[in-house]
C-alpha cells in the first residue's frame, strides 16, 4: 500500500511520460477551433483519446459533449474533472481558423489538454485502485455566451433549453450524482504569479434584440419608411445615458453589438438586429440594470415610431469560489511551482458558467498565467505550453488524489462544508425566471404596403 506523497509522484511521473502527447492534444485542439455546439473535430479528438485509455463514454451530451468516468476503490463520492471544447470568434489572432474566424483566444485547448492529460496520470500510475471515489471527466461544450441568434434558433428547435454547455449539463442531470468540479481557465501571462485562485465573476443575462421599421427608397422616398437603425442607435444611446446610475459595487457591464444593420444601402433599414449581454456582481443588480436597458431600447422604438423585440435569454450566474478546494489545488500547483507563484484572482467582471454549477456544488475555477496578450483578443497566444498542458494535468490529477484518499476524506469534509444555494429544481427555476420571454415596444405595427 502506497503512501499518498509516493501515489503523487507515482501520478506526476505517468503525466511526465505522457507530456508530449498531453501537449499535442492542446496543439491539435489550437489548429481546428470551433464555436460552441459546433465542437464536432474537438470532441472527436476526445473520443479517441478516452478510447485509447480504454475508457467507456457517452458522446452527444448537449450536441456535442463527452462524458467517462474513472472507478475509484470505493464509491464514497464522486468529482468531476472539466474541460471546455468551444472557442470564441476573433479572426485577426495568428491561430484563427480561416474560414470561420474562430480562434482559440481563451485557451479552451489548454483545458481539455489539462482535464485528459490528469485522467492519463491517474489510470497510468493506478491511482484509482487506491482511490475511494469515482472521477467523471467531463468534455463540455459552448461555455462562450454568443452567436445568441444561433442558440436561440436550436432552443426553438427542441435541441436546447438553455444557452450554454454547463447549464444543459444540469438540466440534463449530467451533475446529479457529482459532489464537486474542478477546472481551469487559461489568462494572460504574469513573470511571478502563475496560478492564481479566489475568483469570483459576473453574472450575466443574455439579450437578443430587433428593431422593425418600414423599408422605402434610402434617395427617393425616405420620409415614406420608418428607420429602423435610427431607432436602435436611439436605444442604444439611451443605454449609454443609463451608465452612470449603475452602482461600481454591482460591476455592472452593457456591451451590446449590432449584428445586422439593414439590407442594402439604398433601401430605408427596416430590419436591425443587436445582441448585448448585461452582466453584474448579483442577480439583483444584473435584473436592476436590464430593466433600464429594456427602458432605453423601447424609447428608441418610440422616438422613430418603429416597433422593438426584446428577447432575454438565460445567461449565468455569478460565480462563488470554495476556499478549501481552491486551496487545495493552489498547495499542489505550489509543491510543482514555488509558493511564489500562487496568487488571488479577486472579483472577475467577466462571466462563467462555472458560476451556476457553483450554486449547486464546490467548484474550483483557477487561472493559468500562460498566455501571452489578453483572452479574447487577435494577440492571445499561449506562451508558456508546459504550464498550460503538462503542470496544469499534474495539479488537477494531484489534487484529486487529496480529495479521494483515505475514504475520501478531504473531499467529503468539502462537501460537508458547502451549503448549496440550490437544488437542481429550485437551480432551473431561478434560471427560468430570468428568461421573461420576448418583450414588445414602440408604435403599433406597421402595415406592409410593399414598399417603394
Not at 57 to 69: E, I, M, N, R, S
Not at 136 to 147: F, K, N
Not at 404 to 425: F, N
Request: hydrophobic letters at 40%.
Amino acid at each position: 500500500m502506497s503512501t499518498k506523497e509516493e501515489l503523487k509522484e507515482r501520478v506526476i511521473e505517468a503525466i511526465e511520460k505522457r507530456s508530449t502527447e498531453i501537449r499535442e492534444i492542446g496543439e491539435t485542439i489550437l489548429r481546428h477551433p470551433e464555436m460552441g455546439f459546433k465542437e464536432v473535430k474537438t470532441a472527436a479528438l476526445v473520443e479517441e483519446k478516452f478510447r485509447s485509455l480504454g475508457l467507456s463514454y457517452q458522446k452527444g451530451v448537449a450536441l456535442t459533449g463527452v462524458v467517462a468516468d474513472l472507478p475509484g476503490r470505493a464509491k464514497k463520492m464522486r468529482l468531476a474533472i472539466m474541460g471546455e471544447l468551444d472557442s470564441i470568434l476573433v479572426p485577426s489572432n495568428p491561430n484563427a481558423d480561416p474560414l470561420t474566424g474562430a480562434a482559440h483566444a481563451c485557451g479552451h485547448n489548454a483545458s481539455i489538454a489539462g482535464m485528459v492529460g490528469a485522467a492519463m496520470g491517474l489510470i497510468d500510475s493506478g491511482a484509482m485502485k487506491e482511490l475511494d471515489g469515482d472521477v467523471s471527466l467531463m468534455a463540455v461544450p459552448a461555455e462562450e455566451l454568443v452567436e445568441l441568434e444561433y442558440r436561440h434558433k436550436l432552443r426553438q428547435e427542441g435541441k436546447l433549453v438553455f444557452l450554454a454547455g454547463k447549464q444543459e449539463f444540469i438540466r440534463l442531470g449530467v451533475l446529479e450524482d457529482v459532489d464537486m468540479v474542478m477546472m481551469f481557465h487559461l489568462k494572460e501571462m504574469d513573470p511571478i504569479k502563475k496560478v492564481l485562485i479566489g475568483a469570483t465573476h459576473n453574472g450575466v443575462m443574455a439579450k437578443f434584440i430587433r428593431y422593425k421599421g418600414k423599408e422605402s427608397h434610402a434617395g427617393g422616398a425616405p420620409h415614406l419608411g420608418i428607420n429602423a437603425l435610427n431607432a436602435a442607435m436611439i436605444g442604444l444611446l439611451g443605454i449609454h445615458a443609463q451608465r452612470e446610475t449603475f452602482r461600481d459595487e454591482d460591476c455592472v457591464r452593457v456591451h451590446p453589438i449590432i449584428t445586422k444593420g439593414g439590407d442594402l444601402v439604398n433601401v430605408v433599414p427596416a430590419d436591425v438586429r443587436i445582441e448585448t449581454f448585461v452582466r453584474g456582481r448579483t442577480v439583483e443588480a444584473m435584473q436592476d440594470a436590464n430593466q433600464k436597458v429594456n427602458r432605453a431600447l423601447r424609447a428608441g422604438a418610440m422616438a422613430i415610431g418603429a416597433q422593438v423585440e426584446i428577447l432575454d435569454l438565460p445567461g449565468y450566474l455569478p460565480s462563488i469560489c470554495d476556499a478549501r478546494l481552491d486551496q487545495l489545488f493552489a498547495a499542489n500547483m505550489a509543491a510543482l511551482l514555488g509558493a511564489e507563484a500562487i496568487g488571488q484572482a479577486g472579483h472577475q467582471t467577466g462571466s462563467t458558467d462555472i458560476g451556476d454549477v457553483s450554486h449547486l456544488m464546490p467548484a474550483l475555477h483557477a487561472y493559468i498565467k500562460a498566455g501571452k496578450g489578453y483572452i479574447h483578443t487577435e494577440d492571445f497566444v499561449i506562451s508558456d505550453p508546459r504550464l498550460a498542458y503538462i503542470e496544469t494535468a499534474k495539479g488537477l490529477a494531484l489534487t484529486a488524489v487529496d480529495l479521494l484518499w483515505a475514504g475520501a476524506r478531504e473531499g467529503l469534509s468539502i462537501k460537508k462544508d458547502y451549503h448549496p444555494k440550490y437544488s437542481q429544481d429550485q437551480y432551473l427555476k431561478v434560471l427560468s425566471q430570468l428568461s421573461q420571454g420576448v418583450e414588445k415596444g414602440g408604435e403599433k405595427p406597421v402595415e406592409d404596403d410593399g414598399g417603394s
